[in-house]
């Protein structure tokens, strides 16, 4: 036997590619590349007419002559040309991009690079990653396929979005990446013991082809188990129990009233300025029912023992899945019109994840929904499910007091002094706080009540500030700093020798419960609660 045959091949390495072998880089769908570029290839084709609007105007105004003088047959050969030619270049692009574009999942995080001409490598480490979700857009639920969505903690530009693949595809992808973060390596069943394996990255070397978008090791996909489902009939109705956009509407259909009457006095001349205004308002409170309707669509919460699972959306569906180590706080929302009718909204902050929504999805799929609308009961759940204990002797009447509380009423909460009646005239009665032994509950609002619950452990800084008006009344507003999001952490109008106590109490307490929950221990609570409350209810 020769020295080359005895000679190992090693795959090969380029650093511009993060030091990964070639042979662990993993394929899309090869139609991803039209998918991704379809939004660009609309606004070209728009703006390309837009631009030559006189010229196809005038070739369909010549469309007779034109026929008549080179024949319909030379006709049709052009413009079945035009398209064959555009359908080539299209399907080469797509070729050239897919061959460019892979991904790797190895012991060092997920790697993703792109780029023709430019390529673009971007790095998303597993010990940053706070979670993975996938993703269905209209367009790629035609062809059964969605993306991935990498929360990683960090700027607005660290989180890492890529597609698309099979639905199998992308559970067995998520799955991997999540044990991973969570510090187990997969391995094939064939392969060998890891005792043989010097680094993380050998584990992912296989035989398969790199073509393959299939993973190259698995992971098995956490079961799950449902817990409430939104009604489509709920959901409508809350749209419409809003009392902003009742107000809007009112607006709107003044507008048009008005619109009418000016319209039969003057003409349409006069209208010429104000005649869009009601026809926009009205449209913009149809797109923020539609984008509220359809992001919410079949919402349902179910838990697994990697977290809290949300799948919701109409036309492009969100599947997410929430670490309960990765809420920083818990809000539950119930507008004035909703009191009525007993519902209320759960919404939470996640680090990873910006205050709105993720900008790899639609707008309207809010990554910080939690219950978009539900009954007592099932706010109480989604509250339970992250928050595991308010650290006081009697949950059911301190919920009470911070969902539908009076200053009266005080079960733990020190409400707003008299003497900030001057800044908070309609919601100085409701305003208050609390402080147990495991969260800061603070209690707002006056038409839409709110209360927002944050761990104590999840509170990064504290400070207090006091204007000029405040310091003249003695008052002061504690500010509990955490992870950017959509829950309102701020203590106003507090007394200052009270918000001064406030800061001391919490600071100590922060300290004592930095130790947070492991998820294992989470779903083992979460299981066995489930279960007696499911006995019980047979």
Known sequence: MTRNQNRTVMPKVRAA?????????????????????????????????????????????????????????????VGTAAVVFFAALLVLYSWFAWRATRFAVVGSGVYYRSGILMRTLKHARLDRIQAVDVSYPL??????????????????????????LKTAELDALRAEILARAAGVVPTDA????????????AAHASSAPVSSALPQSSAPVAPERALYTVPVSRLLASCFLNIGLLVLLFIACAGVVGFAVVFHTWGFAALAGIGAAPIALILGCISVLWSRFAGEFNFTAAVSPDGIRTRAGLLETRSQTVPPRRVHAVRVVQPWLWRYMGWYRVTITQAGYRASSDSSASSSLNADVLLPVGTRKDAELALWLVIRDLGVPDPRSFIDAALHGKNTDHQGFTP??????????????RRAFALTDTALVIRDGWLTHSTSVIPVERVQSIAITQGPWERKRD??????EIVPGSTPAVV??????????????????AQIRRASEPPEKWMARVESALNAREENEA
């Open 17 to 77: 590619e993060g030091g990964v072998p070639e042979d662990q880089w993993r394929r899309l769908h090869p139609i991803s590349p039209i998918i991704n570029a379809w939004k660009a290839l609309t606004v070209l084709v728009v703006f390309a007419l837009y631009q030559n609007v006189d010229r196809v105007t005038d070739v369909m105004e010549m469309e007779a002559d034109f026929v008549e003088h080179f024949g319909v047959v030379l006709v049709v050969a």
């Open 190 to 201: 064939p392969a060998a013991s890891h005792a043989a394996v010097p680094h993380p990255e």
């Open 416 to 429: 707003i002094p008299q003497r900030a009646a001057l800044f908070d005239p309609l919601a100085r009665r």
């Open 492 to 509: 106003r109008h507090a007394d200052t020798h009270v918000a001064t106590e406030l800061v001391s109490e919490l600071r100590e307490r």
């Open 139 to 164: 367009l790629g639920r035609l062809f059964g396929l969605g993306k991935i969505n990498i929360e990683v903690a960090g700027g607005a530009n660290s989180n890492l979005s890529f597609g698309y």
């Open 475 to 480: 008052l002061a507003d504690v500010h509990a």
